[in-house]
């Protein structure tokens, strides 16, 4: 029997553009586009972050309710909430961002090890029911990006059956390239 | 009651990349991707025709069928059937194309009339039904395309209550511009 | 009498790349890229940052030397030093950077407010005498900026009766464009 | 004793854009950009062709002559003058171009082969007294060609010792490719 695979909820010190947390439960009946991203992560700045904000703009209406997640796990004195704001602000980022929580002594913050994500941009879609169904590390083309959630916006239930996309791809050495930034 | 679109087959002089002549029953049961080009239209050289083929490499496995459709409403000695095989063979093009359908003392080929294009580039999705289902004049970015097939692929049956998005961008005057080149 | 424009040396709190600090003077002989910056400032980071960048790679040897000017002017605790530290580290930028000195009480830093620039990304081209010969708000295309450069390479004195090219580009009102940022 | 490069003139068997044909002896005093090209060639549609037609227009004024030459070397029935006539207009080509000069039973024209061009887009910089300064196969970047065309502006006299850079980028096998198109 295949299990469908879920995530934990996030778990978030401070939350940005929006009024009230959010929460896996209150995003049921939507797809939800998760991206984790630091400020500093060129490839999130020059790539992941603005795909995700065209995606709020253009499909937040459609059914789509894409979530930022600051998963700051090294240069942590340079990425810090005030940073996050200003950032947030220059690059006209209107969709929800929340700053994943730390933990002392831990460089890596704790929705991301819940996660095992692979380092930043890292990309997941969640379908209407709760499920995990992409999990990327890396820049995703739009192309792909808008397959998928079309696939995922037609969907009425979950499809217990379907498996899991978890494809990560090939990994760098260097901390930061132009795939991305690792954890290392 | 809402009548569902669909157009009368294609016709074509001639074709390359496929052995044999494509129709629109041979079709049924995919998600049909029905580009019209030329190629000396700045815009479907950098934008259109690549993303075609793009879609045609990605997911033609997934159920989509790529049909691109030379259709010279202008300069007719430049774009000849032997000036198209050189381009397709020098941009690596690998999806069928058909050449429009000419017919003596009219500029705008038969199909082109037939399905009233405003010009090149001009995109049309197809349903498994062979319902039309989507319509643009110009460039679609590839986040938008990618939700439409992705919607597309997920639908088992025609769903004759949808109404058909025939979105056609405001128009320029010039023939060609960064849009696309329009019939005058 | 045509006066050739000179600008006062940069005052400088804080130096990055460079193991003792810079100073015109010390750029005599040489022709030097100034460029001022924001790590937030959109434009910046997308192009001018990543310009001066390939321009200190390609052309350091051939006697050009490039130099970032850190000008902070808004969310100054969001940008601090430590913030500059780790960009410049994400983004491999290997050029000298040098922090703006900030007044207390006063938004825009010393060398910024010396200079009037308009706001970030500058570009100035000092010669090979220390005169001002370019200076620019906004972003410079590669083209123009090369010709510039080859120009200046090619002049073994300085040119007293060339006029200073200050050409800025059409003010927008808001604070931070494709075009760059601005003080407001 | 280094001899200065220099080229034979070019052998054009129609020009377009300019009513007058075109010698190296008329264009004595300026600096002089030759680019061959072909017009189904992806690399030289994408970037030589319009990098060629920014410098005519931005700097024609400051004494830079652009002249393209249609180098056909292969698929000579789809590249005809007639097609190459459609191509300038579309794409908005305003500086001169002259189709080389095709020799019966050889399929590489008469000046591609005097200078020994390796294939297309090829870039040669002529100084004002006519001698060959540049001389590359490929794409040329913006900042480099800036660079290189400004060193020559400032020349009031041709530079006898300097040597010629024949710079050729590492071979392709393929026929066109990211690069360009080659001669096999």
Redesign the interface.
Known sequence: MNEIPTIPDWQISQWFNTSTPLTQAGMRGRVVLLHAFQM???SC??HSVP?AE??HR??AE?GVSVIGLHTVF??H????P??L???L???HITHPVGVDQMTPGEPVPVTMRKYKLRGTPSLMLLDRAGHLRMHEFGRV???????????????EKPMPDELQRQSVRDGRTT??DEQG?EVS
């Open positions: 500093l992560c060129p700045v020059s795909q065209r995606v253009e499909f459609s090294e240069h004195a340079a990425m810090t005030v940073g704001e200003a950032f602000h220059e690059y083309d739009d192309l792909h990006l808008g397959v998928a959630i079309g696939r995922l916006l037609m969907e901390n930061c930034c």
